[in-house]
């Protein structure tokens, strides 16, 4: 059995985790940290992410880095983001931040299916967001976009 | 910081990460985005939401119809869909508009998608006129009038590596006093605005027997199968190069062959009724990557006994679709790569002229 490294993460709740070095490099910022960080840098605080949401992010990691081209991965996957609103939503931020391009991609397209329906209107009432066009820009706005309509 | 949810769960989603998902978003949605606050309408606009969607765009289809009623004066059309994941082995196809409302001069008869890059399709007439056009930003422009007033042979579209939209015509002429054909090759790149002729290659780009489908653009080369055998045209240097095929000599002759598109990579498909074969070139050389004997090991492929591999499409999680299309039987049956599973796209049995991949984006080629 080879010895791989041990990283520890540490939540912003200060929750820790001790992971293989390989599954931490799958994110890009941890790397970076450990690249940039000097020898003794066996701890590694991740302040923008709680400890519940680190322990998904870890999971996600492990199976993609330790399993990566198991047949179930999609499946995995699948089942990965089949979580409420709040958990996904967290799940992204934690994924922006400390860079995991493949979990980026999943939650983020996992939240755009979330709300791809909606017109304009649903947009501004579910994301509260203000109307501060005049009426000549929304005028120009209609006619640039005016091939919507054809549907 | 936008929020997502309702007031009693509302989990703030800073810009950078709305604009991750905005990306993901079909196309019509992001418009609407668009047209939800000046803040958004800006983001969006920006080109680095514009680079950020071009890589996260979703795939769609374009699906080229004859309608047998040409009563409107329109007997092609072009239908946009979404091709989205349904159950496991299907596909729904979600149809986002049809093109011929938009630019009817565009679709008269004979017209023929070269090939989509970046978001933008090339079409090109027989009689040397080509036109560009992003139907997500109503953008398009006819290319000026080609200089080789020859016939065609050929043509392709694709981006070099340093940016440069380029549109290639393969043009030949008999003859008059000797056996053979004069090639010369033209091409027009997006702001010099004039086709430039290149003038003869060595190499023997004629084929008498079949008709040459469009080059297929992969990373900077645009590719075409021409007498079985393949060229690769690449645009930074604008120079021909004769590349291996897959198959000895010899062993070609009965098959139906297309390039494609594999995950990145140039792919040879090669089909005789009975036999599958997907080669990826990797690294310079050619990779088998699936190779199915039909009869009774894989009674399935005889629904594929009529048709002929049209091209290869991305389907949904990274997986490659291969479509075969029996313009007889107006059928059209699509085959997964990588679970190796036929799958059903529900679409319905029509006089489908060709369907083409294709990925929608925000690019802009010029300021309009």
New interface residues.
Partial sequence: MTSSKTIVLRSSDGATFEVDEAVALHSLMIKHRIETGGADSTTIDVPEVTGNTLSKVIEYCKKHVEAPNSDDL?SF?TDFVKVD??VL??L??AS?YMNIKGL??LS??T??DM??????EQ??E????????TPE?EEE?RK??S??L?? | M????HRS?E?P??E??ML???????V??I????????K??DLISDPYFVQLQLF?SRGSLLIYERNSDIKDGNPESLIWVDIIPHEADKYRLD????LN??HVKVMSYGTLQVGSVNGWICYAHPAGIFYLLN?VL?GNMFLPEPQLNLNMLSSGFGVSTVGEYKVIRICYRKLSNEPGYKIEIEVYTLGVNRWKRLGQTRYNLISLSQEVESGVFVNGHVYWIINRRIYDFDLNSETFLLIPSPLRPGKSQALDKVLGVVKGRLSWISWCGVRLEVWVMKEGSWCKEIAIEGGHANPCLKLLVTCKPSCVIDGS?GTSILIFHDHLRKKVVAYCLDTKKFLNLNLHGGCFEAIKGYRPSFVKLWNF
């Fill in positions: 999609k996957d609103q709040a939503c967290h992204a931020k922006y980026l991609d983020s397209k939240i755009a709300f791809k329906g909606k017109t304009v947009i501004r579910t994301f509260h967001i203000k109307n501060d066009f820009e706005l640039e976009n091939w919507n054809f549907v | 936008t929020s997502l949810g769960t989990i989603l800073h950078s990460l991750e998902v905005i990306a993901r978003l079909p019509k949605s418009i609407y985005w668009k047209c939800a606050c000046k958004w309408r996260a149809f986002i508009k049809t409302s938009l139907p109503k999680h």
